[in-house]
């Protein structure tokens, strides 16, 4: 049995509440009833993982180019289908993120590998089944205490959940999550020796992902304070978001969904140059971050 498999679930969003599934509110789910997110088409849905127990599989990919880095997810996917990012670290495995689906197929390969130390998750959207997981792992979970309001379930005696404060925060020595702002107050990235994971804290573009001889002005990434309703950030909070990740060197950034991973000496150099593409784009040209470097 897993524990919280009987509490409620957006079937949107993937979000778990303290309430039972048996006994369902008759209003929206907090975090999908909000203007970065949307209530679909077909109206608000509810679930559990055991209503969903045996309808997915969860699945695993050890990266290609760095094999002690491992992609999670779960097809079909539940909730927004996010991938989590297992780290194993000198210091114990890290959790980046975190998907909403849970299985004892899952349990068994992570407690393989020596289970977790800590899991760190990017922003409200991904706390999905933390409680749970942490329950199972015996893990403490850190999420960025700005964005404390959107927690929908009470920690249990048996977890810890711990608010970050400050802007960068080593969870183990070398893995560092920084707050970067921006999609929410709290959005956060890790870094980890030349790893950037971003989530959708800066988003993956379409044109990032082939690198050859492509054109000035090809942009890799997106800066958005919602993703689906297409509504861009700031030139200001874009600014402060570069800011935050300048003293950082990295080579690699690894996005929101499998395969949305971008290994190139440069890619540092591209976040800068998209950003100011998309300032550029949104009419601000003169705005201080298009001088620096």
Known sequence: MIEGEDLLLCSTCGTQFDTPASNPPSGYC???DDPRQYIPVTGQ??????AEAGKHETKWKQDEHDPRIWSIWA?????????ALLLQTPHGNILWDCIAYLDQPLIDFINSLGGLEAMVISHPHF?????SWSATFSCPVYVHSLDQQWLSRTPLPSTKRVLLKKQYEEIVPGVTAIKVGGHFEGSMVLHWDGHLFIADTFVNVPSGFYRKDRPKGTTSFSFMWSIPNMIPLSPDTIHDMWKAVKPYDFTVTHGLFQGWTIIDENVKQSVLESMKIQVRNQGFAEHALLHEE
């Open 30 to 32: 907090r975090i999908c």
């Open 45 to 50: 849905s509810w679930t559990s993982l055991k």
């Open 75 to 83: 097809e079909p996917k539940l909730g927004i289908g996010q991938r």
């Open 127 to 131: 706390y999905t089944t933390h409680i």
